[in-house]
């Protein structure tokens, strides 16, 4: 039943007289105006040498703070309170200042989870990963850049030596945490914490990434203690799990062995809610009705239930027509000369009324400028996009306004698309404002009808969205978007930013909201998984194309394009099968 | 970058032209007539003033005189005040003065606001950063001829470190004084900035990640944290540049010091259009290039900028 890919299991020999990394009872608290707020309450774990760790949890849940409090990183007011971390039995929360400086690098190394914030944009590459070999070695002059060269190629960046001399700005975040890792593992650490290494990265690239960090941290008997919040990559690249969860340990052992069988209540609820195990499951349910098997699925089953339903409702003609549609942007380069780039190229599909379709493929392949040229905030170069039977190009004032009305948008970023300064009844109301739409009591009872729609309690119009988690956020984009009563959704990696529990109660809330309000929904996401999900229909986009366009089903189980399958393998845990 | 700096070169000429201008039409609209003014209440017979308004070229339309008094300026003809003193002349003994005591300001204000607003930044909510709050604000919110007087008084008067006033010639070391007055204010905005900069970059993921190198406490602070945390500061310094250059008239009267703030003062009182004019041109000038320059030093600091496209 379980299967794991081979090559990511580290084969070198456990030495189990003396571990490598031992916690005990670890605690870290914030110090706060009113006293000290546990983050992580006795939290235990032992890792030996050549072996890999993963701490899983969703934010807020500890695991970030453990893995900061092992180099003394912690952030702010945060302070180890009880307890020790002892590396080689060295009791690191009792080292002064400057010993741990001689720790940090060239005996633990670091790989940050967010590669676009996390290389100074000021210096360039050359000299950031210069200066970490310089702190931990003697290498000076011409062996220094030498050994920089080559740490950056181990990293994978094959081209290192030209592009020495470049800044952060000027690499893909694959190539940032390519060297970012190369950093880390600079040194020959015995220990390398990677937070979070890929969660900003595509599938694809994520996959390259991973493979990458196996094979270097294998070839150099270095252990691995990795924070996720992603069951599949967990199980897929570690062989010890530790499952937090408000900051104490719920559940430890082999990976395989935990999401195969998860004990803890809350470890059960994280491995149904992964979407990535999840999604079978309902394709499994698709097909043998008769056998319940999954009777604590109860998103799932409502999702299956609901996605039969709208089978059946949807009429046939589509709602909105892509045809030929190319979008050229010009960009500058040197001077005054211009390069074209063409974003989307040539893009023909069709959605119908009461169905959700989904739009899939990673960064730059041009999904995002199609849900732009569809809501009509860019114009087109060429092509034409009919809503409803009428061509939107060419709309202007208040034909403009009109559709802008039927066709809604939710965004990724819920901390970034709500104002801090209006307070929720107030935007929600805003496109009702915006439209003339109701006296302002007809307008405060709809927003009462939002909240309750998206699940709400009445008292959150007076909050404010620093008072909210971002999953409640997400919920008042949707319930913003909905405030005009739109016949379409269109949503741009609305739940990519979420927690996997959270991202199932939001996809469950946008479902039965399709149901209730006969939605059409425009998907646009990186996430496979998640497509899986919620999709009726998929387009695969790659370079401005859509290479593949077909039903959800067909796409996942039978994928015709080279591409489409690599998508598919490169999902993490994606050839592994759980049971409850 | 060549290309990013003759591009600010080209957009100084718009800006060169539309503030001479302006200000040329604004003097010439002060109400009053500065001939007349200059003969006071004695009779003075038609001939003579239309015999001075030619040879201002007060009789010819806006334009034109627009146009000769440019022409001029760009063959240094800078005409000359109603004393028949040449105007290069009086800009001559001027502005070297304010240099000197401006670039001194500058150094006080820049060296000084950047360490104090360092050391705030890294141990913020201590004494020190408390202490260096409340002294910015009573700098910021004291008017600068208080400031003035009370360090005359103390320094100049009571310990007679600093002499009172200025002798003509303004050497440096007389500059002292007037010099940490003029910059007290710049000096408290500096050290807010350079406190709010630093304690945000402080909080950067690039500056946990430069820690978890292995780098030392000062190796971060001065290679991740300061220069990350200049931009601002530069932008702040590079509009006090221009500011402190087109003279201090408060500092100045109290110093006694023969500056351009004074002189200008003097000549819009008199209403010597080709003096105000003039000063305001060089002053122009000056604002225009410390605006490039510090676009420079930005673009320097930050390879964003450099490479924006």
Sequence with gaps: MTRLVTQSIPTISVDDSSPLLQIRDLEVGFTTQYGVVPAVRGVSLTLYAGQTLAIVGESGSGKTTTAQAIINLLAGTGRVTAGQILFQGRDLTALTATEMQGVRGSQIGYVPQDPMSNLNPVWNIGFQVEEAIKANSDLRGKALRARTVEVLQEAGLSDAEDRLKQYPHQFSGGMRQRVLIGIGLSSRPKLLIADEPTSALDVTVQRQILDHLGTLTRDYGTSVLFITHDLGLAAERAEQLVVMYKGKIVESGPSQQILANPKHPYTQRLVAAAPSLASKRIQAKKHDEAADIYSSGGTDTALIDRAAIREELAPSGDLITVQGVSKMYRIRTKGLKYTELLAVNDVSFGIKKGTTSAIVGESGSGKSTVAKLILQLESLTSGSIAFDGTDVAGLKGKELLKFRRRVQPVFQDPYGSLDPQYNVGNTIAEPLLAHNIGSRRERQARVLELLDQVSLPAATQFRYPSELSGGQRQRIAIARALALKPDVLVLDEAVSALDVLVQGQILNLLTELQTELELTYLFITHDLAVVRLVADNVCVMQKGRIVEAASTDDVFDNPQQAYTQELLAAIPGGDFEFGR | ?309
């Excluded at chain 2, 003579?48 to 070229?57: H, M, S, T």
């Excluded at chain 2, 002294?135 to 009172?164: K, N």
């Design chain 2, 1 to 309: 970058m060549l290309w990013y700096t003759g591009k600010r070169l080209l957009q100084m000429i718009p800006v060169f032209f539309g503030a001479t201008f302006l200000i040329y039409f604004m003097v010439f609209s002060l109400p009053g007539d500065p001939i007349a003014a200059l003969y006071g209440d004695r009779p003075v017979s038609p001939g003579v003033i239309a015999q001075i308004r030619a040879e201002y070229n007060l009789d010819k339309p806006l334009i034109q005189q627009y146009l000769l008094y440019i022409g001029g300026f760009f063959q240094g003809d800078l005409g000359t005040t109603f004393s028949g003193r040449p105007v290069s002349e009086v800009m001559a003994s001027a502005f070297p003065i304010t240099a000197r005591l401006a670039m001194l300001a500058l150094f006080f204000e820049a060296s000084a606001g950047i360490l104090v607003g360092l050391v705030a930044g890294l141990r913020k909510g201590k004494l020190f950063d408390a202490s260096a709050l409340v002294v910015s604000l009573l700098l910021i919110s004291v008017p600068t001829f208080v400031i003035g007087f009370v360090l005359q008084f103390v320094f100049g008067v009571q310990l007679g470190i600093f002499r009172t006033t200025v002798s003509g010639a303004a050497p440096l070391d007389e500059l002292i004084l007037p010099a940490l007055v003029l910059a007290s204010v710049s000096f408290a905005y500096i050290v807010r900035l350079t406190r709010a900069s630093v304690s945000d970059n402080l909080g950067a993921d690039f500056v946990r990640t430069a820690t978890a190198k292995g780098l030392s406490r000062p190796r971060v602070v001065t290679v991740h944290v300061l220069r990350n945390s200049l931009v601002p500061v530069v932008t702040f310094l590079g509009v006090d540049i221009g500011s402190l250059m087109v003279g201090a008239i408060v500092t100045e009267g109290i110093f006694n010091i023969n500056g351009v703030g004074g002189t200008v003062y003097d000549a819009i009182q008199l209403g010597e259009g080709p003096t105000v004019v003039s000063f305001i041109a060089v002053m122009v000038v000056i604002f225009v290039v410390a605006n490039l320059f510090v676009d420079l030093l930005y673009a320097a600091l930050d390879p964003r900028i450099r490479y924006a496209k």
